[in-house]
């Protein structure tokens, strides 16, 4: 076979896959049906697509293939409707791979104890994938990653099946951009950066991602996107470091930050609003910096003021412990005769998802002093995080009254504050839950 024949097969491969996408007849394999790979996956099956789901977790997995949502951002009989046209499918191992066109992978990129990467769950799903590689798929990482990953970490256990990228499969990075809870901007309507590891897989890949996304935005290589995501969740994560830092020394000052941050605010030109708080949780601006904080190393270059966000935010569960325990001083209560109420454990307002919740260190930290400490929180009603289990206390007036201090770390939507600070005695608020409330003001303590 001549050169150019060779090259037009390979061709060819680009031109049927591309035709299947937009014809509906590709089947599309998403692994990892979690906050990111459910709705993404809902999103396919609704446009036509046969999808394939992937989940570890079979407990997850045996609740889609009843029809029954976990995601918050997933509406039940939407997905009950697409598991009955048998659209959607979800299974525990990696059979079906070879049936696959497009693999999606929707994979944890957690930290190591030493706030390194940790890619465990990335790559055992590429070798996963490698040993049922066939020609002609696409193969695109939508999880959150250093620049390099793609083509440093997963090309090369792809290219051991003994295929080629960009002749016999194709490969791409288009980081997810999910925001929990966020009614406005969805999968669909959020703008979607795609990079390839060369031009055919960048090609493949635009055409399957506009089949669904309104906007799709191309980077000329796949660690350029894996650059864009890191960086937006990195910006996010120093500018709360900046009002952050703020709150402490208002603190100092005896000034009030809210009032700073609003009066600053009103400059219609040159700043952005970030608010202070507890500090940060989530899967992406506790963790993500770290990732480009590390890979920056491998060049020789220190990303200061990354790490210094990351001090800052790191140290506010700290700061809410000691101003609670000086709030409890100040009235006269020692911390081992101290019960405290910490009002929300999720990382943020209106959703169920409590991973590195600040609001847990602040209970663990206050617990560390003695303190006795509950919670309430009507989207978790129970937890289990680095060695400590809680369950949700209900929310009654009669049960507000036996707190000594009541610890605002969530600032839930469904929550009503004028009648929390009613009947609480003390409230300590991190998060300005209680900015209208009228009424007995003089029991709260702002940050």
């Keep these: 076979m001549s050169l150019a024949q060779v090259v037009k097969e390979h061709d060819i491969y680009v031109e049927i896959l591309k035709k299947k996408i937009e014809n509906k007849t590709a089947k599309v394999g998403v692994i990892g049906l979690g906050y990111v790979g459910l709705p993404f996956a809902v999103e396919k099956a609704k446009v036509g697509y046969t999808v394939i789901g992937i989940e570890e977790n079979p407990v997850r997995a045996d609740k889609i293939n009843r029809g029954e949502n976990y995601i918050l951002d997933v509406k039940d009989e939407e997905l009950r409707e697409l598991v009955k046209k048998g659209l959607i499918k979800a299974h525990t191992d990696f059979s079906l791979v070879p049936e696959m066109d497009v693999i999606v992978v929707c994979v944890p990129t957690p930290l190591t104890r030493n706030l390194t990467p940790d890619l465990y769950y990335v790559e055992s799903v590429t070798r996963?994938?490698?040993?049922?590689?066939?020609?002609?798929?696409?193969?695109?990482?939508?999880?959150?990653?250093?620049?390099?990953t793609t083509e440093e970490v997963m090309l090369p256990i792809l290219e051991k099946s003994g295929l080629k990228v960009e002749e016999d499969f194709f490969l791409a990075h288009s980081p997810e951009r999910v925001d929990p809870g966020n009614q406005r901007y969805t999968t669909k309507n959020t703008n979607k950066v795609v990079g390839g590891v060369g031009p055919k897989s960048l090609d493949v890949a635009i055409t399957f991602y506009r089949q669904t996304i309104e906007h799709v935005v191309p980077v000329s290589c796949a660690k350029a996107a894996e650059l864009t995501k890191v960086f937006e969740n990195t910006f996010r994560a120093v500018n709360i470091a900046l009002v952050n830092e703020l709150a402490l020394l208002c603190d100092r000052m005896g000034l009030n930050v809210w009032e700073v941050l609003e009066g600053a605010f009103t400059k219609p030109f040159g700043i952005m609003p970030f608010y202070p708080g507890p500090g940060v949780g989530g899967h992406c601006i506790a963790i993500d910096p770290h990732y480009l904080e590390w890979k920056a190393k491998e060049f020789n270059f220190n990303t200061h003021f990354i790490a210094l966000a990351g001090e800052i935010n790191r140290r506010m569960p700290e700061f809410v412990r000691d101003k609670a325990l000086r709030i409890l001083n100040r009235l006269g209560i020692p911390s081992a005769k101290a019960k405290v109420l910490v009002l929300g454990v999720a990382y943020k307002r209106d959703i169920e998802d409590y991973r590195e919740s600040p609001a847990i260190e602040v209970i663990r930290n206050l617990q560390a002093e003695g303190v006795r400490v509950e919670y309430y929180d009507p989207f978790i009603p129970e937890f289990s995080e680095h060695g400590l289990q809680m369950q949700s206390v209900?929310?009654?007036?009669?049960?507000?009254?036996?707190?000594?201090?009541?610890?605002?770390?969530?600032?839930?939507?469904?929550?009503?504050?004028?009648?929390?600070?009613?009947?609480?005695?003390?409230?300590?608020?991190?998060?300005?839950?209680?900015k209208n409330v009228l009424h007995d003001r003089e029991k709260i303590t702002l940050l």
């Design 128 to 148: 996963a994938i490698a040993l049922r590689l066939r020609r002609g798929q696409l193969v695109t990482l939508e999880s959150t990653t250093y620049p390099g």
């Design 394 to 434: 209900p929310l009654t007036s009669e049960g507000l009254q036996t707190y000594d201090l009541v610890v605002i770390t969530t600032d839930h939507s469904n929550i009503d504050y004028q009648w929390v600070v009613q009947n609480a005695k003390h409230i300590f608020d991190t998060r300005n839950a209680t």
